[in-house]
């Protein structure tokens, strides 16, 4: 009998993951994608925080601004979301979702863009764009 992995032995082989799976700019990217697609099947925004958690603090350079921007983009826009829902009664809220989804739009994009150009988020703590 032939040993097919000789010389390997008893060890398994490592499992090699996506690309974007592991910390980076790939990830960031699938994370700010989930997000926006979010806006139509809720439950991808969850699965993007998820990833941003997973893989923060691990990826160093430019992209850890990206990972504080998209966490901050989840919780904040939540919480703005749930300001609307309220405030609905006063039919005010209907008003203020509709912004809310034009904040959360504008603040991916703006995140993609500076993605994309290699470059960190200049405010990743802001509370309004990051710019």
């Not at 990217?29 to 958690?53: D, E, K, N, R, W």
């Not at 405030?87 to 989804?101: D, I, Q, R, S």
Request: hydrophobic share 50%.
């Amino acid at each position: 009998m032939s040993d097919i992995n000789s010389g390997q032995g008893d060890k398994p082989t490592p499992r090699q993951t996506d690309r974007w799976l592991e910390p980076g700019p790939t990830n960031a990217l699938v994370i700010y994608v989930l997000y926006l697609t979010s806006l139509v099947i809720g439950i991808t925004g969850i699965v993007g925080i998820v990833l941003a958690y997973i893989n923060r603090g691990k990826s160093g350079g430019f992209v850890e601004s990206h990972y504080t921007f998209l966490i901050r983009t989840f919780w904040i826009g939540l919480l703005y979301a749930l300001i609307s829902v309220v405030l609905m009664m006063a039919m005010v809220g209907v008003v203020l979702m509709f912004a809310v989804a034009v904040w959360f739009i504008a603040r991916c994009i703006l995140g993609l863009q500076a993605l994309q150009r290699g470059e960190p988020v200049k405010n990743p703590e802001s509370w309004f764009l990051g710019l």
